[in-house]
């Protein structure tokens, strides 16, 4: 091994997880129903027809789970709270008992010394709202702000830290261009609003926060690959720059105080995305939008290569890693470590955020318990170790990053491939509820406690 790499002080290390990904109980104690509740049980939604009806069964062993984080020396957990076990009809009447079951959630973790990180949305929208529009419908950004009310007042004195949505790129193109998440629409024009509805509705949460959590942290948390072009083509580059715009500059721009970036207005004009234009945002939105934020999350997990198939495009250059699992994980994502240092580098000094907290890195392996009852997930620790050296080269470089949070702390429910895909650094048996430390969790537990490797 080469030389030490140490973290600065007061690095928090953590892993994160999502509501509906892991709690289960999906009708339980007056929870309404969400968008994806409604999504996984209309079969062919999901590989296998999974469910997150019992998921990981959080909602009710999540004593244990926190006797997990303990053993594994977490310092922070980023879980996010379910909107409509909460407010079952979108707004409204609260349910005590969700509101109970956060509130105990959060005293256990803070007893166990884990600083509660809590996301507002991680894509279970109450299905009653989605009756009604979901996120076309401005009305729905107002029952966020409403929503984020509800929640920051109850937990607000105890959790000082906050993020308003998950990957809002995620929710707007795969929930409503790609239909493979909840709620299922295909259409690009419904697509932008979407997002637009959801950046605003971070805009309205944020002075709601910091009114009822003094002293609270804020931000948002936006998915970003390292984009390359296979070759120096135009094409190869326009289709790059496409595809940075949609997914990442589309967000960050408006939230930066930048607006909607023109070369992607443009883009998704041409494909019908935006055939009345800008008709829904209203005069001032655009600076809500940019309400100041103490950090920016991001979500890296690979490099996207950008291959255009036009006819007379130039030979491609750049290739990928071999195609063996140290270099490409089971969701088919390549291990590409050098793209952290990269977009932590291109987040911080294009954008100049406070500070930076990657939100969820890591992998999907499925290496399954041996016969000793270990789980040798070395390539996990292999994707790990090296995210975090390129980690710490950001932070040489001068990138205030300020934590980071292995996705995930628990085997759970992958969206539209169900169970198939395992991230957790703990095994979960599905069957009996039963839990196992990966060696990944061991071995983050010896750097945690060193601070670095
Ligand atoms: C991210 C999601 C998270 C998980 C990982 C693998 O896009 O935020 O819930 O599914 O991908």
Known sequence: MANKILFPENFLWGAATASYQIEGSWNKHGKGESIWDRFVHTPGNILNNDTGDVANDHYRL??????????????????????????????????????????????GLLEAGITPFITLYHWDLPQALEDEGGWTVRSTAEAFADYANVVSRALGDRVRSWITHNEPAVAAWLGYEMGVHA???????????????????????????????????????????????????????????????????????????RGYPSDITKYFTELGGLPNGFDFVQAGDMDVVAAPTDFIGLNYYSRNL???????????????????????????????????????????????????????????????????????????????????????RAIQAGVPLAGYFVWSLLDNFEWSFGYSQRFGIVWVDYETQKRILKDSAKWYKGVIKKNGF
């Open 62 to 107: 999540w004593k244990k789970d926190i006797g997990l984080m303990k053993r594994i020396g977490l310092q922070a957990y980023r879980f996010s709270v379910s909107w409509p076990r909460i407010l079952p009809a979108g707004r409204g009447k609260v349910n005590q008992k969700g509101l109970d079951f956060y509130s105990r959630l959060v005293n």
């Open 183 to 257: 709620p299922g629409h295909r259409d690009l024009s419904k697509a932008t609003r979407v997002a637009h509805h959801l950046l605003l509705s971070h805009g309205q949460a944020v002075p709601v926060i910091r009114r009822n959590s003094p002293n609270a942290e804020v931000g948002i948390t936006l998915n970003i690959g390292w984009n390359v072009p296979a070759s120096n083509s135009a094409a190869d580059m326009k289709l790059t720059r496409e595809n940075d715009g949609k997914w990442f500059r589309w967000f960050a721009d408006p939230l930066y105080g």
């Open 306 to 392: 950008h291959r255009s198939n036009a006819p007379d495009n130039d030979p491609q250059i750049d290739f990928q890693h071999p195609k063996t699992p140290e270099y490409w994980t089971e969701m088919g994502w390549e291990n590409y470590p050098e793209g952290l240092t990269g977009v932590l580098a291109r987040v911080y000094f294009h954008y100049g955020p406070r500070k930076l907290y990657i939100t969820e890195n890591g992998a999907s392996y499925s290496t399954p318990p041996d016969e000793n009852g270990n789980v040798p997930d070395e390539l996990r620790i292999n994707y790990l170790r090296t995210h975090f050296a390129a980690m710490h």
